[in-house]
């Protein structure tokens, strides 16, 4: 119930153009769902995050669309540079018991070609 | 003003060794948690410190045990290593246990042969 699942795997996108990665939850305890970007021999940081009481929020050239039905959300990366690639991660946390630390999805490696 | 600082960035121990991995939070920073990334894989909660106390734990064996100090740095703590313990260990700092303001610092290669 922990888990969440990421796809896909890799992606390779021309630049300007808008890649897409998806997430799936099952824990319903989780409020947080950030965005992680990890650039070889780094930490992860921080992208851009959401609670379940919006269903959008944009920052800059990234977009989180959050579907709390589905249990499902997503990121888009919009007019996508050679500078973006990396491997994205999402992740989930909730405010109590054994959910409150993060939990990671698989990466998605990205590949931006100039 | 610093972020996360982790050391040592690189390690190689021999299988049985111990080892101890150091991080200092960020400033204002008074919670840190560490995790396990394998190679291809994301980041795996190991535990997590605050007010110098192991306050929640992931799926780890006891072989992985940790400390906070006073001035709320830590210290991951990991014996009889296994060929399977070589990772990248990373350190995330954050402002009370439960908040989401997560830093990660950059992590320590651990190659364990």
């Known amino acids: 119930q922990q888990q969440v699942k990421q796809s896909p795997q890799s992606l390779i996108v021309q630049k300007g153009g808008i890649p897409i990665i998806n997430c799936a939850y099952e824990?319903?305890?989780?409020?947080?769902f950030p965005w992680y970007q990890q650039f070889p021999g780094k930490g992860p940081a921080l992208l851009i995050a959401?609670?379940?009481?919006?269903s959008e929020k944009k920052e800059g050239r990234f977009t989180i669309s959050f579907n709390k039905s589905a249990k499902q959300f997503s990121l888009h990366i919009m007019d996508s540079q050679p500078g973006d690639s990396a491997t994205y991660f999402c992740?989930?946390?909730?405010?109590?018991?054994?959910?409150?630390?993060?939990?990671f999805g698989s990466g998605t490696q990205l590949t931006v070609l100039p | 003003d610093a972020g996360v600082t982790q050391s040592p960035t690189h390690l190689i121990k021999t299988r049985g060794q111990q080892v101890t991995l150091r991080c200092s939070p960020k400033?204002?920073?008074?919670?840190v948690s560490w995790y396990q990334q394998a190679l291809g894989q994301g980041p795996q909660f190991i535990f997590q410190?605050?007010?110098?106390?192991?306050?929640q734990r992931g799926n780890f064996p006891d072989r992985f045990s940790g400390h906070q100090f006073p001035n709320y740095s830590s210290e991951l703590n990991v014996n009889a290593l296994l060929l399977g313990d070589s990772a990248l260990y990373l350190c995330?700092?954050?402002?009370?246990?439960?908040?989401?303001?997560?830093?990660f610092g950059s992590g320590t290669r651990l190659t364990v042969v």
């Open positions: 995330a700092s954050s402002f009370r246990a439960g908040g989401y303001g997560y830093t």
């Open positions: 824990n319903t305890a989780f409020d947080y």
């Open positions: 959401i609670r379940p009481d919006v």
């Open positions: 992740a989930a946390a909730g405010s109590s018991g054994s959910a409150r630390q993060l939990t």
């Open positions: 400033s204002g920073h008074d919670t």
């Open positions: 410190y605050y007010e110098e106390e192991e306050r």
